[in-house]
């Protein structure tokens, strides 16, 4: 169906009619907008993708956004990239996953294919969460980088992550769980593993429970455990390094039910010689005494003179609750490095690539973060890029090329950049 007159009350009614009929995906110009079903719709798999291979089908749809970009990456031996955007639980997470098995399917014979699909559940175990608007929320930006032979064949990838959501360690909302891997962790280990890491339930960790929520409906998390620990087999990470990796788990876990004694009338605290404190320091390989040193001290260096200052109960708190988000935040980088080294190119690159960038949506919470600030800062600049493809190098090139046409106007948003950051010596962020 194509619209004659375009305004906005056509535009959503066109969107809410195709919505009815399942059809989910519409196409505006370049654009390819997908409103998500929040169900399973029969529009998926080898009878489609055969389909928009052999060009037998050509209603909107991913599968159509993924050939075009491989068809013009070989065509004009021109990098591509598929850029998704949205608002959180929007679906941008799935649609990326269903554009890589697309081009998983038409580049494949490698084998390296199918190791780039399973880092979906490895990256999801660690950097996906339960929010209130989607069970299944990516607190990361990912971009994706599928490499092609010069026949057009997958021959490796590299993924890129950026912004995850520290704080989701130490703190989530009412109603919200934290990082999938804590609740498969727990719930899935055979019985040596939690006995050797000394796991408990999830609702014995306070950071866990201070959400009270546990489980996702249709969830089976300690399925969704072996169905991790398969893919890190697939992308050759040891058996040895996996257990290291959750034995860093179990010590972010424990590290919240690190507690503290005061010791004197000034609020100073030690850390309580427990089971938490024995556990975290045999998971962290250090002495109790190191323990208590990086949580209850803090160590400065004035004029050449190295000082050691005792810390209050909500000093030493937050030093425990940072120590935790930065294990967690280099072990998640640490898993990115080793499915990298996985999916290297090597001698193989010939510098042809698709990228999918999959990125957290715009967010504005009751209480907002500095990483709100930074998520809604980085869809500022996608919004900018938009624009600047759609409609101003599109008009530019109109008015080079002395073509009669109706200016269209569009929220410009480079003022509130410009302002926010110009160079590195102007704006708020300088």
């Not at 360690?169 to 006995?195: D, M, N, T």
């Not at 590290?255 to 100073?268: A, K, P, R, Y």
């Not at 509130?416 to 590195?424: A, D, F, G, N, R």
Request: aromatic share 10%.
């Amino acid at each position: 169906m194509q619209l004659s007159y375009l305004s906005e009350p056509s535009v959503l009614y066109n969107l809410q009619y195709r919505y009815s009929k399942d059809m989910i995906y519409t196409k505006a110009g370049p654009v390819l907008v997908a409103v998500n079903p929040f169900k399973k719709v029969s529009l998926y798999g080898n009878e489609y993708i055969d389909a928009y291979r052999n060009k037998s089908m050509d209603s909107p749809h991913v599968y159509a956004i993924a050939d075009a970009a491989l068809c013009e990456m070989k065509r004009d031996e021109v990098n591509q990239s598929i850029i998704i955007s949205g608002e959180s639980g929007a679906g941008k997470t799935e649609t990326a996953k269903i554009a890589m098995q697309y081009l998983a399917s038409l580049g494949g014979g490698s084998g390296i294919e199918y190791e780039i699909l399973q880092t979906n559940p490895i990256l999801e175990a660690f950097g996906n969460a339960k929010t209130l608007r989607n069970d299944n929320s990516s607190r990361f930006g990912k971009l994706i980088e599928i490499h092609f032979s010069t026949t057009g064949r997958i021959c490796g990838a590299m993924i890129q992550t950026f912004l995850l959501e520290k704080s989701r360690v130490v703190q989530c909302a009412v109603g919200e769980r934290s990082y999938h891997i804590f609740y498969q962790l727990c719930a899935g280990a055979p019985a040596s593993l939690k006995e050797k890491l000394n796991l408990k339930k999830v609702d014995g960790y306070k950071y866990l429970k201070q959400s009270c929520c546990y489980s996702i409906a249709g969830v089976d998390d300690a399925q969704m455990f072996r169905t991790v620990t398969q893919a890190m087999n697939i992308v050759h990470i040891s058996k040895e390094d996996q257990e290291s990796v959750f034995a860093m788990v179990s010590a972010v876990l424990w590290l919240g039910d690190v507690s503290f004694t005061v010791i004197d009338n000034e609020n100073h605290v030690e850390i309580i010689v427990d089971e938490a404190s024995k556990t975290v320091s045999e998971l962290l390989g250090c002495s109790i005494e190191d323990l208590n040193l990086a949580l209850s001290k803090r160590h400065m260096k004035v004029n050449n003179e190295n000082i050691v200052q005792k810390l209050t109960l909500a000093q030493a708190t937050d030093t425990r609750d940072a120590l935790a988000k930065s294990v967690y935040a280099s072990l998640f980088e640490w898993l990115v490095e080793q499915i990298n080294k996985s999916l290297s190119v090597g001698k193989r690159r010939t510098g042809r690539s698709i990228s999918i960038l999959d990125i957290y949506g715009f967010e504005s919470f009751d209480k907002n973060s500095f990483e709100q600030f930074c998520i809604n800062y980085a869809n500022e600049r996608l919004q900018q890029h938009f624009n600047r493809h759609l409609f101003k190098l599109e008009q530019e090139e109109y008015v080079e090329d002395g073509i009669d046409w109706a200016k269209v106007d569009f929220e410009d948003n480079q003022d509130c950049l410009s302002l926010l950051w110009v160079h590195k010596s102007w704006g708020f962020i300088s």
